[in-house]
């Protein structure tokens, strides 16, 4: 079982509408979780950190975390074609101390 | 003023030879990573460093050899270069609490 890992993709939504991106880790014990955007030839960016159960919003970003399901999403309302990007779930915490750990990223793109 | 830097942006050298990649951080954070991206994006860990401590070796070749002469720095040495060291390297530091931020990258061609 991967420790992190995302929906395959790649994910394809018309302009306007809401992308819905979807995580699962393995161990329980995590404690932290992030979104990142990397935009092809770029490095990561955080967009989303959310650290207990419930919803999280910024903006068009929604985050949504459920430790007993261990489950983390990433809702884009309204997207852009400017959303057009991969998208990176990452966990922290847990029992590696110190360690950042990655899904294998979701290709999201915005048609218009 | 760059939050984490590193150099150089792109490395192009051949099998065998030794290379070198620094990173520094302005952020104060305690903890530094490498993360090597190879050609599917995959983000992979490879060291995590706290406070010039070692703290994470993910089970990387000996030819690696992290080195943080302090908790702003963190510098990576690859000798022997192989073809299949070809990636990107993305350097990364993180506050106690909060998300990691990430260098521009290192794109390492092995010929």
């Known amino acids: 079982q991967k420790e992190v890992e995302q929906n395959s993709g790649p994910l394809s939504v018309p302009e306007g509408a809401i992308a819905s991106l979807n995580c699962t880790y393995s161990?329980?014990?995590?404690?932290?979780f992030f979104w990142y955007r990397q935009y092809s030839g770029k490095s990561p960016e955080l967009i989303m950190s959310i650290y207990s159960n419930g919803d999280k919003e910024d903006g068009r970003f929604t985050a949504q975390l459920n430790k007993a399901s261990q489950y983390v999403s990433l809702l884009i309302r309204d997207s852009q074609p400017s959303d057009s990007a991969t998208y990176l779930c990452a966990v922290a915490g847990g029992t590696s101390y110190g360690k950042l750990t990655f899904g294998q990223g979701t290709i999201l793109t915005v048609h218009p | 003023d760059t939050a984490v830097s590193q150099t150089p942006k792109y490395l192009v050298t051949q099998m065998g030879n030794d290379k070198s990649i620094k990173c520094e951080q302005n952020l104060g954070h305690d903890t530094m990573y490498w993360y090597k991206q190879d050609s599917k994006k995959f983000l992979k860990i490879m060291f995590s460093y706290n406070n010039k401590e070692l703290i994470i070796n993910e089970t990387v070749p000996n030819r690696f050899s992290p080195k943080s002469p302090d908790k702003a720095h963190l510098n990576l040495h690859i000798n022997s270069l192989e073809l299949g060291d070809s990636a990107v390297y993305f350097c990364a530091s993180t506050p106690a609490l909060g998300g990691a931020f990430f260098g521009q990258g290192t794109r390492l061609t092995v010929v």
């Open positions: 161990d329980r014990g995590s404690q932290s």
